[in-house]
Protein backbone atom coordinates (compact mmCIF):
# COMPACT_ATOMS: atom_id res chain seq x y z
CA UNK A 1 0.00 0.00 0.00
CA UNK A 2 1.28 3.15 -0.83
CA UNK A 3 -0.11 5.16 2.81
CA UNK A 4 -0.23 2.65 5.26
CA UNK A 5 -0.24 3.08 9.48
CA UNK A 6 1.11 0.04 11.36
CA UNK A 7 0.89 -0.32 15.52
CA UNK A 8 3.72 -1.71 17.81
CA UNK A 9 1.93 -1.66 21.13
CA UNK A 10 1.19 2.63 21.80
CA UNK A 11 3.32 3.63 18.90
CA UNK A 12 2.07 3.93 15.53
CA UNK A 13 4.40 4.36 12.97
CA UNK A 14 2.47 5.84 9.44
CA UNK A 15 5.09 5.26 6.13
CA UNK A 16 4.26 7.12 2.82
CA UNK A 17 6.29 5.07 0.12
CA UNK A 18 6.73 7.49 -3.19
CA UNK A 19 8.09 6.80 -6.46
CA UNK A 20 9.65 9.27 -8.26
CA UNK A 21 10.04 9.93 -12.28
CA UNK A 22 12.87 11.78 -13.16
CA UNK A 23 11.76 14.54 -16.16
CA UNK A 24 13.11 17.11 -14.44
CA UNK A 25 16.46 17.38 -16.19
CA UNK A 26 18.35 16.92 -13.54
CA UNK A 27 21.12 14.40 -13.56
CA UNK A 28 20.44 11.00 -11.53
CA UNK A 29 23.03 12.50 -8.85
CA UNK A 30 21.70 15.68 -8.36
CA UNK A 31 17.95 14.11 -8.50
CA UNK A 32 18.43 11.37 -5.92
CA UNK A 33 19.98 14.52 -4.09
CA UNK A 34 16.83 16.52 -4.30
CA UNK A 35 14.52 13.59 -3.48
CA UNK A 36 16.12 12.63 -0.38
CA UNK A 37 15.88 16.38 0.68
CA UNK A 38 12.10 16.04 0.35
CA UNK A 39 12.20 12.82 2.21
CA UNK A 40 14.20 14.69 5.22
CA UNK A 41 12.02 17.70 5.07
CA UNK A 42 8.93 16.07 5.36
CA UNK A 43 9.93 13.60 7.89
CA UNK A 44 11.07 16.65 9.87
CA UNK A 45 8.28 18.07 9.30
CA UNK A 46 5.55 15.60 10.29
CA UNK A 47 7.56 14.25 13.40
CA UNK A 48 8.01 17.64 14.49
CA UNK A 49 10.80 19.12 16.76
CA UNK A 50 10.02 16.05 19.02
CA UNK A 51 10.42 13.65 16.53
CA UNK A 52 7.31 11.85 16.87
CA UNK A 53 3.91 12.99 17.36
CA UNK A 54 0.98 11.90 19.85
CA UNK A 55 -2.35 10.53 18.85
CA UNK A 56 -4.06 10.24 22.49
CA UNK A 57 -2.51 8.35 24.94
CA UNK A 58 -0.21 6.77 21.83
CA UNK A 59 2.97 8.34 19.82
CA UNK A 60 2.83 8.63 15.52
CA UNK A 61 6.07 8.66 13.73
CA UNK A 62 6.15 9.09 10.03
CA UNK A 63 8.66 7.78 8.21
CA UNK A 64 9.14 8.19 4.09
CA UNK A 65 9.86 5.20 1.93
CA UNK A 66 11.25 6.97 -1.33
CA UNK A 67 12.16 5.30 -4.36
CA UNK A 68 13.45 6.56 -7.85
CA UNK A 69 11.52 5.27 -11.15
CA UNK A 70 7.92 4.91 -11.99
CA UNK A 71 5.22 2.11 -12.28
CA UNK A 72 5.28 0.37 -8.48
CA UNK A 73 1.77 -0.66 -7.61
CA UNK A 74 2.31 -0.28 -4.16
CA UNK A 75 3.74 3.77 -4.50
CA UNK A 76 2.34 7.25 -4.71
CA UNK A 77 3.39 7.73 -8.35
CA UNK A 78 5.41 11.64 -8.63
CA UNK A 79 6.43 12.92 -12.19
CA UNK A 80 8.93 15.43 -11.54
CA UNK A 81 9.55 17.77 -13.60
CA UNK A 82 11.81 21.28 -14.48
CA UNK A 83 10.30 24.14 -12.29
CA UNK A 84 9.01 26.17 -11.26
CA UNK A 85 5.60 25.07 -12.14
CA UNK A 86 2.70 24.67 -9.74
CA UNK A 87 2.72 20.89 -8.28
CA UNK A 88 0.50 19.01 -6.98
CA UNK A 89 -1.51 14.90 -6.45
CA UNK A 90 -4.40 14.29 -7.94
CA UNK A 91 -6.15 12.58 -4.72
CA UNK A 92 -6.05 13.06 -1.14
CA UNK A 93 -4.47 9.90 0.58
CA UNK A 94 -3.98 7.16 1.95
CA UNK A 95 -5.33 5.58 -1.35
CA UNK A 96 -2.61 5.12 -3.73
CA UNK A 97 -2.29 8.48 -6.38
CA UNK A 98 -0.40 10.16 -8.73
CA UNK A 99 1.17 13.86 -8.60
CA UNK A 100 3.57 16.29 -10.07
CA UNK A 101 5.69 18.12 -8.23
CA UNK A 102 8.53 20.85 -9.96
CA UNK A 103 12.63 20.37 -9.00
CA UNK A 104 12.64 23.72 -7.35
CA UNK A 105 9.72 22.48 -5.11
CA UNK A 106 11.29 23.42 -1.08
CA UNK A 107 11.35 20.90 1.68
CA UNK A 108 8.07 23.03 2.45
CA UNK A 109 6.32 22.11 -0.19
CA UNK A 110 7.04 18.62 -0.14
CA UNK A 111 5.70 18.55 3.36
CA UNK A 112 2.60 20.12 2.03
CA UNK A 113 2.02 17.50 -0.54
CA UNK A 114 2.98 14.75 1.70
CA UNK A 115 0.11 16.13 3.84
CA UNK A 116 -2.22 15.20 1.10
CA UNK A 117 -0.65 11.80 0.62
CA UNK A 118 -1.61 11.42 4.50
CA UNK A 119 -5.14 12.05 3.57
CA UNK A 120 -5.19 16.16 4.70
CA UNK A 121 -7.07 18.57 2.43
CA UNK A 122 -5.96 22.28 2.27
CA UNK A 123 -6.40 25.01 4.28
CA UNK A 124 -6.64 28.03 1.69
CA UNK A 125 -8.53 29.41 -1.05
CA UNK A 126 -8.71 32.48 -3.61
CA UNK A 127 -11.61 34.24 -2.13
CA UNK A 128 -10.07 36.91 -1.01
CA UNK A 129 -10.48 40.38 -2.39
CA UNK A 130 -9.59 40.44 -6.31
CA UNK A 131 -9.04 36.41 -5.92
CA UNK A 132 -6.64 37.07 -3.19
CA UNK A 133 -5.32 34.19 -1.35
CA UNK A 134 -6.44 34.17 2.61
CA UNK A 135 -5.26 31.25 4.99
CA UNK A 136 -8.26 29.45 6.26
CA UNK A 137 -6.49 27.97 9.72
CA UNK A 138 -4.99 30.78 10.65
CA UNK A 139 -2.89 30.31 14.11
CA UNK A 140 -2.08 32.90 16.73
CA UNK A 141 0.95 35.18 15.04
CA UNK A 142 3.34 33.97 18.02
CA UNK A 143 2.83 30.50 16.95
CA UNK A 144 3.35 28.40 13.87
CA UNK A 145 1.13 28.64 10.86
CA UNK A 146 -0.24 25.33 9.30
CA UNK A 147 2.17 23.81 6.53
CA UNK A 148 -1.46 22.72 5.21
CA UNK A 149 -1.87 26.76 4.65
CA UNK A 150 1.33 28.20 3.52
CA UNK A 151 4.60 27.00 2.57
CA UNK A 152 6.86 30.12 4.05
CA UNK A 153 7.80 30.76 7.27
CA UNK A 154 7.20 29.37 10.08
CA UNK A 155 5.35 26.46 9.47
CA UNK A 156 4.32 23.38 11.11
CA UNK A 157 1.75 19.75 11.39
CA UNK A 158 -0.61 20.63 13.87
CA UNK A 159 -2.21 18.24 16.55
CA UNK A 160 -5.23 18.52 14.72
CA UNK A 161 -3.57 17.30 11.90
CA UNK A 162 -2.11 14.51 13.18
CA UNK A 163 -5.52 13.51 14.78
CA UNK A 164 -7.52 13.65 11.65
CA UNK A 165 -4.94 11.76 9.47
CA UNK A 166 -5.43 9.55 12.27
CA UNK A 167 -9.23 9.47 12.03
CA UNK A 168 -8.64 9.23 8.23
CA UNK A 169 -6.59 5.81 9.31
CA UNK A 170 -8.95 4.42 11.38
CA UNK A 171 -6.23 4.58 13.70
CA UNK A 172 -7.56 3.37 17.68
CA UNK A 173 -4.93 3.92 20.35
CA UNK A 174 -5.51 0.94 23.37
CA UNK A 175 -6.70 2.09 26.36
CA UNK A 176 -3.98 0.74 28.38
CA UNK A 177 -1.33 3.07 26.57
CA UNK A 178 -2.49 5.94 28.73
CA UNK A 179 -1.40 3.53 32.13
CA UNK A 180 2.22 4.39 30.48
CA UNK A 181 1.53 7.97 29.44
CA UNK A 182 3.20 9.80 32.25
CA UNK A 183 6.24 8.09 31.62
CA UNK A 184 6.55 8.84 27.87
CA UNK A 185 5.46 12.31 29.09
CA UNK A 186 8.25 12.56 31.34
CA UNK A 187 10.43 11.49 28.61
CA UNK A 188 9.68 13.82 25.85
CA UNK A 189 9.87 16.22 27.91
CA UNK A 190 13.68 14.87 29.24
CA UNK A 191 14.66 14.32 25.73
CA UNK A 192 13.61 18.00 24.29
CA UNK A 193 15.50 19.15 27.50
CA UNK A 194 18.73 17.24 27.02
CA UNK A 195 18.19 15.70 23.28
CA UNK A 196 19.00 12.23 24.19
CA UNK A 197 17.23 9.81 21.84
CA UNK A 198 14.86 7.61 24.18
CA UNK A 199 11.62 6.43 23.39
CA UNK A 200 9.11 4.23 25.19
CA UNK A 201 7.65 0.94 22.70
CA UNK A 202 5.87 -0.90 24.58
CA UNK A 203 5.99 -4.53 22.09
CA UNK A 204 3.11 -6.07 22.67
CA UNK A 205 1.11 -6.92 20.05
CA UNK A 206 2.15 -8.10 17.02
CA UNK A 207 2.45 -5.07 14.06
CA UNK A 208 -1.28 -4.59 12.62
CA UNK A 209 -2.01 -2.91 9.53
CA UNK A 210 -5.05 -0.26 10.10
CA UNK A 211 -5.82 1.54 6.53
CA UNK A 212 -8.30 1.66 4.33
CA UNK A 213 -8.66 2.98 1.07
CA UNK A 214 -11.77 5.49 -0.05
CA UNK A 215 -13.03 5.36 -3.28
CA UNK A 216 -11.80 8.10 -5.75
CA UNK A 217 -14.92 10.32 -7.61
CA UNK A 218 -15.09 10.29 -11.27
CA UNK A 219 -13.47 13.32 -12.76
CA UNK A 220 -15.57 16.02 -14.19
CA UNK A 221 -15.61 17.78 -17.75
CA UNK A 222 -13.13 19.84 -18.79
CA UNK A 223 -15.60 22.50 -19.41
CA UNK A 224 -17.21 21.52 -16.05
CA UNK A 225 -13.80 21.61 -14.60
CA UNK A 226 -13.24 24.87 -15.14
CA UNK A 227 -16.27 26.54 -14.01
CA UNK A 228 -15.79 24.95 -10.80
CA UNK A 229 -12.47 27.22 -10.31
CA UNK A 230 -14.60 30.06 -10.09
CA UNK A 231 -15.76 28.84 -6.19
CA UNK A 232 -11.90 30.15 -4.98
CA UNK A 233 -10.69 26.00 -4.31
CA UNK A 234 -7.13 25.19 -4.84
CA UNK A 235 -8.24 21.58 -5.19
CA UNK A 236 -10.58 22.89 -8.08
CA UNK A 237 -7.46 25.01 -9.61
CA UNK A 238 -5.47 21.95 -9.52
CA UNK A 239 -8.18 19.39 -10.98
CA UNK A 240 -9.20 21.65 -13.60
CA UNK A 241 -5.08 21.80 -14.77
CA UNK A 242 -5.14 17.68 -14.65
CA UNK A 243 -8.53 16.93 -16.62
CA UNK A 244 -8.09 19.98 -19.23
CA UNK A 245 -4.63 18.41 -19.41
CA UNK A 246 -5.68 14.97 -19.92
CA UNK A 247 -7.87 15.99 -22.34
CA UNK A 248 -4.76 17.13 -24.30
CA UNK A 249 -5.48 19.18 -27.80
CA UNK A 250 -8.85 19.20 -27.47
CA UNK A 251 -8.45 21.41 -24.63
CA UNK A 252 -6.24 24.01 -26.53
CA UNK A 253 -9.26 25.90 -27.33
CA UNK A 254 -10.63 26.14 -24.14
CA UNK A 255 -7.61 27.05 -22.46
CA UNK A 256 -7.25 29.91 -24.84
CA UNK A 257 -10.88 31.09 -24.37
CA UNK A 258 -10.10 30.80 -20.32
CA UNK A 259 -7.22 33.14 -20.86
CA UNK A 260 -9.71 36.31 -21.86
CA UNK A 261 -11.84 35.43 -18.79
CA UNK A 262 -12.78 37.78 -15.70
CA UNK A 263 -11.84 35.85 -13.07
CA UNK A 264 -7.74 35.43 -12.55
CA UNK A 265 -8.40 31.74 -11.30
CA UNK A 266 -9.73 30.98 -14.65
CA UNK A 267 -6.96 32.82 -16.95
CA UNK A 268 -4.33 31.61 -14.86
CA UNK A 269 -5.73 27.45 -15.14
CA UNK A 270 -5.63 29.00 -19.40
CA UNK A 271 -2.10 29.71 -19.44
CA UNK A 272 -1.17 26.21 -17.04
CA UNK A 273 -3.12 24.08 -19.38
CA UNK A 274 -1.18 26.10 -22.27
CA UNK A 275 1.86 26.13 -20.81
CA UNK A 276 2.08 22.21 -20.45
CA UNK A 277 0.42 21.89 -24.07
CA UNK A 278 3.41 23.24 -25.45
CA UNK A 279 0.71 26.50 -26.81
CA UNK A 280 3.43 29.41 -26.15
CA UNK A 281 1.77 32.03 -28.08
CA UNK A 282 -0.93 31.86 -25.59
CA UNK A 283 1.09 31.70 -22.55
CA UNK A 284 2.84 34.96 -23.89
CA UNK A 285 -0.24 37.00 -23.47
CA UNK A 286 -0.60 36.34 -20.41
CA UNK A 287 2.59 38.53 -20.06
CA UNK A 288 0.03 41.54 -20.76
CA UNK A 289 -2.35 40.13 -18.15
CA UNK A 290 -3.40 43.47 -15.23
CA UNK A 291 -2.86 41.10 -12.67
CA UNK A 292 1.09 40.48 -11.79
CA UNK A 293 0.61 36.75 -10.70
CA UNK A 294 -0.75 35.79 -14.26
CA UNK A 295 2.44 38.26 -15.35
CA UNK A 296 4.75 35.92 -13.36
CA UNK A 297 2.85 32.66 -13.81
CA UNK A 298 3.73 33.49 -17.55
CA UNK A 299 6.89 34.28 -17.29
CA UNK A 300 7.79 31.45 -15.67
CA UNK A 301 6.59 29.29 -18.29
CA UNK A 302 8.71 31.24 -20.91
CA UNK A 303 11.79 31.56 -18.26
CA UNK A 304 11.45 27.51 -18.27
CA UNK A 305 11.50 27.96 -22.25
CA UNK A 306 14.90 30.11 -21.87
CA UNK A 307 13.47 33.82 -23.00
CA UNK A 308 15.05 36.39 -21.69
CA UNK A 309 12.86 38.85 -22.68
CA UNK A 310 10.35 37.96 -19.27
CA UNK A 311 13.45 39.20 -16.77
CA UNK A 312 11.80 42.55 -15.68
CA UNK A 313 8.05 40.88 -15.17
CA UNK A 314 10.49 38.32 -12.68
CA UNK A 315 12.09 41.52 -11.22
CA UNK A 316 8.89 43.06 -10.59
CA UNK A 317 7.84 39.96 -9.03
CA UNK A 318 10.24 39.78 -6.40
CA UNK A 319 9.28 43.22 -5.36
CA UNK A 320 5.81 41.52 -4.60
CA UNK A 321 4.15 40.32 -0.87
CA UNK A 322 1.29 38.83 -2.49
CA UNK A 323 1.05 34.88 -2.83
CA UNK A 324 1.15 33.09 -5.94
CA UNK A 325 -2.39 31.15 -7.62
CA UNK A 326 -1.60 27.97 -7.42
CA UNK A 327 -1.00 25.06 -5.44
CA UNK A 328 1.07 24.53 -2.93
CA UNK A 329 0.41 27.91 -1.47
CA UNK A 330 3.80 30.16 -2.33
CA UNK A 331 5.01 33.51 -2.07
CA UNK A 332 4.48 35.57 -5.74
CA UNK A 333 8.59 36.69 -4.71
CA UNK A 334 9.67 33.06 -4.08
CA UNK A 335 8.34 31.88 -7.59
CA UNK A 336 10.09 34.63 -9.17
CA UNK A 337 13.37 34.18 -7.91
CA UNK A 338 12.85 30.05 -8.52
CA UNK A 339 12.22 31.14 -12.38
CA UNK A 340 15.16 33.54 -12.65
CA UNK A 341 17.39 31.07 -10.88
CA UNK A 342 15.96 28.81 -13.62
CA UNK A 343 16.91 31.20 -16.71
CA UNK A 344 19.96 32.01 -15.17
CA UNK A 345 21.50 28.10 -14.32
CA UNK A 346 22.82 29.73 -10.75
CA UNK A 347 21.57 30.85 -7.48
CA UNK A 348 22.90 34.06 -6.46
CA UNK A 349 20.72 35.14 -3.97
CA UNK A 350 19.16 33.86 -0.61
CA UNK A 351 15.56 34.01 1.35
CA UNK A 352 17.58 35.64 3.71
CA UNK A 353 17.96 38.77 2.04
CA UNK A 354 15.50 41.58 2.30
CA UNK A 355 13.23 41.66 -0.59
CA UNK A 356 15.33 44.86 -1.57
CA UNK A 357 18.45 43.88 -1.45
CA UNK A 358 17.25 40.76 -3.10
CA UNK A 359 16.13 42.58 -6.28
CA UNK A 360 19.10 44.57 -6.35
CA UNK A 361 21.24 41.22 -6.55
CA UNK A 362 18.87 39.91 -9.75
CA UNK A 363 18.91 43.66 -11.21
CA UNK A 364 22.69 43.75 -11.49
CA UNK A 365 22.14 40.16 -12.62
CA UNK A 366 19.89 41.12 -15.28
CA UNK A 367 22.36 44.54 -16.23
CA UNK A 368 25.62 42.32 -16.26
CA UNK A 369 24.02 38.85 -18.21
CA UNK A 370 23.10 41.46 -21.58
ZN1 LIG B 1 -2.23 21.48 -0.99
Known amino acids: MCTTLTRRGCAFTATLDVQYQNNSGLTAGAFTALVNGWDAATEGMWNGPAGHQHYGCCTVEFAVITRIGAGRAASHQINVVAGPQTSFVSALGPGCTTGRWDAQDTGNVAAHESGHLLGLPDEYDYNGPGGAYRNLNPQPADQPQSIMAQTWGNVAALQSHI ?147 VVPVLIEGLGSNQVAIGHPPELLASFAEQALITLSGESISTTDDSPEARTARWQRWADTAE
Open 163 to 309: DALMQGLNASCPWWCCILWPVHRLLDVLRLAVAVPLLVTADLPSPEEVSTVPAKPADPSPRDALEQVRDGRPSSLMDAVRVLTDAGKESNELAQVATGDESPLVRWVGLVVADTLGDVDTVETGLEDDDLRLRVTAAAALARRGQRQ
